[in-house]
T-cell receptor, first 110, second 112 residues
Framework: NAGVTQTPKFRVLKTGQSMTLLCAQD?????MYWYRQDPGMGLRLIHY???????AKGEVPDGYNVSRLKKQNFLLGLESAAPSQTSVYFC?????????FGPGTRLTVT | DAKTTQPPSMDCAEGRAANLPCNHS???????VYWYRQIHSQGPQYIIH???NNETNEMASLIITEDRKSSTLILPHATLRDTAVYYC?????????????FGDGTTLTVKP
């Protein structure tokens, strides 16, 4: 099993550009999550999903959209990137017990 | 969601036990206590979780007080590789679908 994978690993965007981060898991987990982590801080929940076709807002959802069209994939979209969205983004999945995290996507918005 | 409070940093001598405390005074009856750690900028790694009883696995032990308002993660023989940020979080899958707030955690530094 690959576990939780994230694509891409690194990305640099200009302000106003859009992009989609892909999270994939091969563990048949129902729950999936997107977090962001700013330097020196803990993880903050952006959006989460309790099953295919369902999504919900987390702690810091503004500026992001998500979709869960397939059980194994959870997409995070930035429609118009802002410098404040410079961060490391982590995806996680769970059964729903312990969460398994991906390696992260380092995003810089200039 | 129940919040947790952890000291920002702790030191531990290599080979000694590391005891990391966590307060979760607003925990609900069906919420679990989970511990994760994050080494450098990698994704967090699951360590252990518990509801009421003390738990032990190959990585650590978890001691939960009888009133469940606090817990302690114990690394019995800390090594230099245990240097990391440790997060204590509370999760209730029936009540909040597993939403979790990680907080800032405790930075554990294991010294030779």
């Amino acid at each position: 099993n690959a576990g939780v994978t994230q694509t891409p690993k690194f990305r640099v965007l200009k302000t106003g550009q859009s992009m989609t981060l892909l999270c994939a898991q091969d563990m048949n987990h129902e729950y999936m999550y997107w977090y962001r982590q700013d330097p020196g801080m803990g993880l903050r929940l952006i959006h989460y999903s309790v099953g295919e076709g369902t999504t919900a807002k987390g702690e810091v959802p503004d500026g992001y959209n998500v979709s869960r069209l397939k059980k194994q994939n959870f997409l995070l979209g930035l429609e118009s990137a802002a410098p404040s969205q410079t961060s490391v983004y982590f995806c996680a999945s769970s059964y729903p017990t312990e969460q398994y995290f991906g390696p992260g996507t380092r995003l810089t918005v200039t | 969601d129940a919040k947790t409070t952890q000291p920002p940093s702790m030191d531990c001598a290599e080979g000694r036990a590391a005891n990391l405390p966590c307060n979760h005074s607003t925990i609900s009856g069906n919420e679990y206590v989970y511990w994760y750690r994050q080494i450098h900028s990698q994704g967090p790694q699951y360590i252990i979780h518990g509801l009421k009883n003390n738990e032990t696995n190959e990585m650590a032990s978890l001691i939960i007080t009888e009133d469940r308002k606090s817990s302690t993660l114990i690394l019995p023989h800390a090594t230099l590789r245990d240097t990391a940020v440790y997060y204590c979080i509370v999760l209730g899958f029936n009540t909040n679908a597993g939403k979790s707030t990680f907080g800032d955690g405790t930075t554990l530094t294991v010294k030779p």
